[in-house]
């Protein structure tokens, strides 16, 4: 699992990292990839899946960014097409209906790619 903190960009050469972050996260990388895989399967594709989650900092919120890849019966796993954020604490999925679009969208391009 890696840890990404979202932050500003900043202009000068210099970085100083010093991160202590203590919280008790009430949905597991697990729980949140099966709710992932749950939704895909049942609203958009049974092509579709995710991956091991990062966990996100995002200001005050901790968030499970799950990968979301596409499969194909005939190829295995063919390639990222985007990803869901989980709020680690609700177990909410942040998905909108262009992110939804945009998966799709990305999923489309990548079979036209890849089948003869």
């Known amino acids: 699992m890696a840890v990404v903190l979202k932050q500003s960009a900043r202009f000068d050469d210099q970085v100083h ?12 990388a697990y729980v949140a990839r099966r709710q992932v895989v749950g939704y895909l399967i049942d609203n ?3 092509h579709l899946g995710g991956e091991t989650p990062d966990l996100v900092i995002d200001g005050e919120r901790l ?6 890849v596409l499969y194909l019966t005939s190829r295995g796993k063919v390639g990222q097409v985007g990803t869901i954020d989980v709020d ?29």
């Open 44 to 46: 958009v594709s049974d």
């Open 63 to 68: 968030l499970w960014r799950v990968p979301v």
């Open 17 to 28: 990292i010093d991160i202590s972050i203590r919280a008790d996260l009430n949905v597991s």
């Open 88 to 116: 680690a604490q609700t177990g909410q999925l942040q998905i909108t209906p262009s992110l939804i679009e945009d998966i799709e969208h990305r999923a489309r391009r990548l079979v036209d790619r890849t089948t003869p």
